[in-house]
């Protein structure tokens, strides 16, 4: 027997569940968020969101009709034992954006654009994620703050990349072929992940 307040699945719950996510990640944020809550707020018991969401960072990307975990992204590029690779993680980041046909834009990173930049609260909501899913392959003992500073490099690339080809149309980034383009920006990423950061606070050679 469902307890009292709760409902059971039905072709609705899934959008409804989405919807007070989104709320939810709006208002609190995401590391404040809980699936508890969530749950509470959609009227149905913790166990159907779970039915629906293996966890709140699969609820988060299906709320900003993300294509990809940015884990998952990131384990792809590290398969098997290989190296770590700024090439291969520009590749794999531009092809979870592209499903469509080559050279025509991504509707999903507009949609996440938009959505970031009509909200500082889910903008908030969107930096928390990404720190909270995306690692480091820097050296080894590195403090928190560096590992920090890596996390932010990286996410910036990306970014400023996605912001360029699919917004901007800068070419010629915006029609190149990824292959091309992750030759061309990952050593960057490389030098993020992997080289050596001034310290903060460092004199500039301008």
Same mark, same amino acid.
């Given at each position: 027997? =469902?307890? %009292?307040?709760? !409902? @059971? ?6 959008? #409804?569940?989405?919807? /007070? ?55 792809? =590029?590290? %398969?098997?034992? !290989? @190296? ?6 520009? #590749?794999?980041?531009? /092809? ?111």
């Amino acid at each position: 027997m =469902v307890r %009292a307040g709760r !409902r @059971p699945g039905n072709v609705d719950t899934r959008a #409804e569940i989405v919807a /007070a996510a989104r709320t939810a990640f709006a208002e609190l944020g995401y590391q404040r968020a809980s699936i508890r809550g969530i749950a509470k707020r959609a009227g149905v018991d913790p166990a159907l969101v779970h039915h629906y969401f293996t966890d709140k960072s699969e609820l988060f990307i299906e709320t900003m009709d993300l294509p990809m975990d940015p884990q998952r992204v990131q384990s792809q =590029v590290v %398969a098997d034992g !290989r @190296p770590f690779s700024g090439e291969r993680l520009v #590749e794999r980041f531009l /092809a979870q954006w592209e499903q469509g046909p080559p050279g025509v834009g991504s509707p999903s990173f507009l949609t996440m654009v938009q959505a970031v930049a009509s909200s500082p609260q889910t903008a908030d909501a969107m930096r928390e994620f990404l720190s909270d899913r995306l690692g480091t392959h820097g050296t080894a003992g590195e403090d928190a703050v560096t590992q920090s500073r890596r996390r932010a490099l990286v996410s910036s690339q990306l970014l400023g990349l996605g912001w360029v080809r699919y917004v901007m149309r800068v070419e010629p980034i915006a029609t190149a072929d990824r292959a091309d383009v992750a030759r061309w920006v990952g050593p960057t990423i490389d030098r993020y992940v992997n080289g050596q950061l001034p310290p903060e606070g460092a004199p500039g050679h301008l």
